[in-house]
């Protein structure tokens, strides 16, 4: 996995500074390029009299594009480069750019309605984690308002199964371009009322896990520090509480494997852990 090329989308407000404030980290961490996109709606041409409003609304909107892309740049600096976008929707507008400018990486922040320090995914998540043909970083709301200084550390959250070792070797790349270190977790997600053979189940169940977390994690350690954790709990926000998370912590979910190939496609268990984070996400693409 590349991280040179960062693609932020961004808009006014909160949510396009937590976006923007984790895509400079990543950025400078990283040692790459940042280009910062606010996208907007196409302007419909009327017949008529009525193209003298065309031009005010065009006129309009670039009026704001550029008071937008001024704001972002007070933010994030003159090391950027800064463009506006035209498509219908945010999201698949932002697929869009990533292709057209050999992005590595598009950033965006939650959508508004989510709960501090979580992540929520409203229509521009939605179109991104759905159809991107390069990893989606998610930052948590509020995250722009006290940023970390630097990544310490990356989580993959591990299932054993198709693309699962690929999201590992790309998560260690990434560690190693970061200087960072490398976690896996699997999640094991049980009920809380067992009878003796579900309980006998759930044993292998987790020892099945902390084996294949070994066998995944084998062969990174010679240039990485590697931790492995079985995750626990009745619930995925449950289980992933039950673990210490750092300050400059980074989740990396793999892809569903029923999703297109060279494509995000998220499952329901990475929906689960995107809503229960409480640091920024990636989602990689499907390898395999």
Same mark, same amino acid.
């Given at each position: 996995m590349k991280l040179e090329k960062v693609l932020a989308g961004y808009v006014p407000g909160p949510r396009g500074r937590d976006g923007l404030a984790l895509a400079v980290l990543l950025k400078e961490q990283a040692r790459g390029r940042l280009t910062v996109a606010n996208v907007q709606p196409p302007v419909w041409t009327p017949p008529g009299p009525a193209r003298a409003e065309e031009t005010a609304w065009r006129t309009y909107l670039a009026e704001q594009a550029a008071s937008t892309l001024a704001q972002a740049r007070e933010l994030a600096g003159e090391d950027a480069e800064y463009v506006r976008h035209t498509h219908r929707s945010s999201g698949r507008g932002l697929v869009e750019l990533a292709r057209k400018r050999g992005a590595d990486v598009v950033v965006i922040g939650s959508a508004p309605r989510g709960g501090r320090g979580r992540i929520a995914?409203?229509?521009?998540?939605?179109?991104?984690?759905?159809?991107?043909?390069?990893?989606?970083?998610?930052?948590?709301?509020?995250?722009?308002?006290?940023?970390?200084?630097?990544?310490?550390?990356?989580?993959?959250?591990?299932?054993?199964?198709?693309?699962?070792?690929?999201?590992?070797?790309?998560?260690? *790349?990434? !560690? #190693? &371009?970061?200087?960072?270190?490398?976690?896996? %977790?699997?999640?094991? +997600?049980?009920? @809380? /009322?067992?009878?003796?053979?579900?309980?006998?189940?759930?044993?292998?169940?987790?020892?099945?896990?902390?084996?294949?977390? *070994?066998? !995944? #994690? &084998?062969?990174?350690?010679?240039?990485?520090? %590697?931790?492995?954790? +079985?995750?626990? @709990? /009745?619930?995925?926000?449950?289980?992933?509480?039950?673990?210490?998370?750092?300050?400059?912590?980074?989740?990396?979910?793999?892809?569903? !494997?029923?999703?297109?190939?060279?494509?995000?496609?998220?499952?329901?268990?990475?929906?689960?852990?995107?809503?229960?984070?409480?640091?920024?996400?990636?989602?990689?693409?499907?390898?395999?």
């Amino acid at each position: 996995m590349k991280l040179e090329k960062v693609l932020a989308g961004y808009v006014p407000g909160p949510r396009g500074r937590d976006g923007l404030a984790l895509a400079v980290l990543l950025k400078e961490q990283a040692r790459g390029r940042l280009t910062v996109a606010n996208v907007q709606p196409p302007v419909w041409t009327p017949p008529g009299p009525a193209r003298a409003e065309e031009t005010a609304w065009r006129t309009y909107l670039a009026e704001q594009a550029a008071s937008t892309l001024a704001q972002a740049r007070e933010l994030a600096g003159e090391d950027a480069e800064y463009v506006r976008h035209t498509h219908r929707s945010s999201g698949r507008g932002l697929v869009e750019l990533a292709r057209k400018r050999g992005a590595d990486v598009v950033v965006i922040g939650s959508a508004p309605r989510g709960g501090r320090g979580r992540i929520a995914l409203g229509s521009t998540a939605d179109q991104l984690l759905h159809s991107s043909s390069v990893p989606v970083l998610l930052a948590p709301r509020g995250y722009g308002e006290q940023p970390p200084a630097a990544f310490d550390r990356l989580t993959v959250a591990y299932r054993r199964g198709p693309g699962a070792d690929a999201a590992v070797k790309d998560a260690a *790349r990434a !560690a #190693a &371009r970061l200087g960072v270190s490398l976690r896996l %977790v699997t999640l094991v +997600v049980s009920s @809380g /009322r067992r009878a003796g053979v579900e309980e006998e189940m759930l044993v292998r169940l987790r020892d099945q896990a902390a084996a294949d977390l *070994r066998t !995944a #994690a &084998r062969g990174h350690r010679r240039r990485l520090s %590697v931790e492995a954790e +079985v995750l626990e @709990g /009745r619930s995925v926000p449950q289980a992933l509480g039950t673990t210490s998370w750092l300050a400059g912590e980074m989740i990396i979910c793999a892809s569903s !494997a029923t999703g297109p190939l060279r494509r995000v496609f998220l499952g329901d268990t990475s929906i689960k852990i995107v809503k229960a984070a409480t640091c920024p996400v990636m989602v990689l693409t499907r390898q395999t």
